[in-house]
């Protein structure tokens, strides 16, 4: 039976990678999980391993450049395969053969089912275990919350789909794709491990095993590790392998700094060459402790970090600004925010004003309410508004929809409900995509003024800042008045700059006059 090896998946932003070296030859014997290629990407160095025992046949070059999936090369499996599990007729029983009848001892004739990556979005193909909330070896009943599983949108969590004994298979922090194997739940009769007495398979012989497995690959660093190890002029024969087949890999290698005492350290450094000598660390400052720590990006930060670089190289964004005088709103709800919270339930805020005045001006400038499709311009005839909040896990932008027909109740009311589900990662995928516009307002946090990065497939977005009195001069007289300064960015690409002006001093009319809102005027 022929088994083609493909070039795996090795990174969000990589397609392609480039075969730099066969480690075993063509026609070759080769065991399962050995190493059998070294594959280069613009980042990395990987290692390609045998999914299966047998003789390779190579089909890509040393040199090719390989998109993710494509075949490198097949392994013809030997006529054994397979067969491990079931002893033939006439063998000995081996201590590989009593491993394998101590691990169906074990599963007690009950049933395992496998709790996979459920489909969570359309665009969704890959999520992160973000936390366990039950322990491995832990009893859950059907339905009850095992753990929580995040995406680049939001965070979902996990179900028990039977009641039983939980195996984790996936670690915190793994990136997994939809369908992949996160646990397991064994139903029936428990799993508990039987005493190490009853499991006729000694010390010795397991060792035994373990150590002819690791046969080929014991004290081998991968290229990763053998750079790290030449640079800090250790040899590989003093670090212990914890890879596959106790291969020596690039956390091994790392991870022999640390642990080295600090006398062998300095006697390292005492017989490199002078001209290869580190330069001393500068002494820490008496008194001070000088801690680092490091923290994964999780997959909603680094989907965050990738939009935002995108939209600074792929559009033309510029930002205009102006001012707008902050009295006749705070007036307004000096006035009538009791009775409107007493009527309504809900507090009257800015946001339902800005909102507000975005969704009339739009209706004059639509250019600035539209979007970029390919060699298209799409225009959209309502108004989906998208603010921006920042939640614990990062930015996310819930939208509004059809704020241009909503009144100022229902707006408060909407920007409410969204912001208490975006800080309890409650949100949707339909709630968080599709919007026209952006609002965002960094005056809660007391910026006084920014330019706001578009949030891509917009055109344009709207900042707000905090308010602040200043000297206005005001018929022909020096007053002070609450200002707030307000940006709009927008891709010069589809808006010009006089719509953009425009747009921006139209909002500051109908926010300077509140009547224009209820007039529409």
Request: charged content about 25%; glycine content about 8%.
């Amino acid at each position: 039976m022929s088994l083609e090896i493909k070039v795996p998946p090795v990174g969000e932003s990589i397609s392609e990678v480039t075969l730099s070296k066969w480690t075993k030859k063509d026609g070759e014997h080769v065991e399962m999980d050995e190493v059998i290629a070294e594959l280069e990407s613009d980042k990395a160095t990987f290692e390609l391993t045998a999914e299966a025992a047998g003789t390779l046949k190579t089909i890509a070059s040393e040199g090719d450049t390989l998109e993710i999936g494509s075949v490198v090369c097949s392994i013809e499996q030997d006529d054994q395969a397979g067969t491990e599990t079931k002893p033939q007729e006439g063998v000995s029983e081996t201590p590989e053969n009593k491993i394998t009848d101590a691990a169906a001892v074990q599963s007690g004739g009950g049933k395992t089912l496998e709790i996979k990556v459920p489909a969570v979005g359309e665009s969704i193909t890959e999520v992160t275990l973000s936390r366990w909330l039950k322990k491995d070896g832990e009893q859950v009943e059907m339905d009850e919350q095992i753990a929580e599983l995040e995406s680049d949108k939001a965070t979902f969590e996990l179900t028990a789909e039977v009641a039983g004994t939980l195996k984790q298979i996936a670690k915190e922090g793994d990136t997994l794709e939809i369908g992949a194997v996160v646990c397991s739940v064994e139903t029936g009769v428990s799993s508990v491990a039987k005493p190490a007495a009853e499991i006729p398979v000694s010390a010795p012989a397991s060792r035994a095993v373990s150590d002819s497995a690791a046969s080929y690959a014991a004290g081998t660093p991968s290229p990763a590790a053998a750079k790290i190890l030449s640079e800090k002029g250790v040899t590989a024969n003093s670090v212990n392998g914890t890879g596959v087949g106790r291969r020596i890999t690039k956390e091994d290698a790392l991870k022999t700094e640390s642990e080295k005492p600090k006398g062998e350290s300095a006697g390292t450094a005492e017989t490199l060459k002078p001209e290869t000598k580190a330069p001393e660390p500068a002494a820490p400052v008496s008194g001070l402790q000088r801690k680092e720590r490091r923290e994964k990006m999780s997959s909603l930060r680094k989907t965050v970090a990738r939009r935002l670089v995108s939209v600074k190289n792929e559009t033309a964004m510029l930002t205009t600004f102006n001012e707008v005088d902050m009295k006749p709103i705070m007036d307004l709800r000096a006035k009538y925010k009791d009775k409107f919270k007493e009527k309504y339930g809900v507090g009257l805020g800015f946001m339902s004003f800005f909102t507000k005045a975005v969704s009339e001006a739009l209706k004059e400038f639509p250019a600035v309410n539209a979007r970029i499709d390919k060699e298209e311009i799409v225009y959209s005839d309502f108004a989906d508004i998208s603010i921006a909040v920042s939640a614990p896990k990062g930015l996310v932008v819930p939208v509004i929809r059809n704020a241009e027909s909503m009144s100022l109740a229902e707006i408060e009311k909407a920007v409410l409900s969204l912001a208490v589900k975006a800080r309890e990662s409650k949100l949707t995928l339909e709630e968080m995509t599709g919007g026209t516009f952006t609002i965002t307002n960094g005056g809660v946090f007391g910026s006084m003024m920014s330019t706001p990065i578009i949030n891509a497939p917009q055109s344009a977005i709207l900042g707000m800042h905090n308010i602040v009195e200043r000297p206005v001069a005001l018929n022909g007289e020096v007053v002070i008045r609450p200002i707030m300064y307000v940006a709009l960015s927008y891709d010069h690409r589809i808006i010009d700059g006089r719509e953009s002006v425009s747009f921006l001093v139209r909002v500051k009319q109908l926010l300077e006059d509140p009547a224009r809102l209820l007039l529409g005027v």
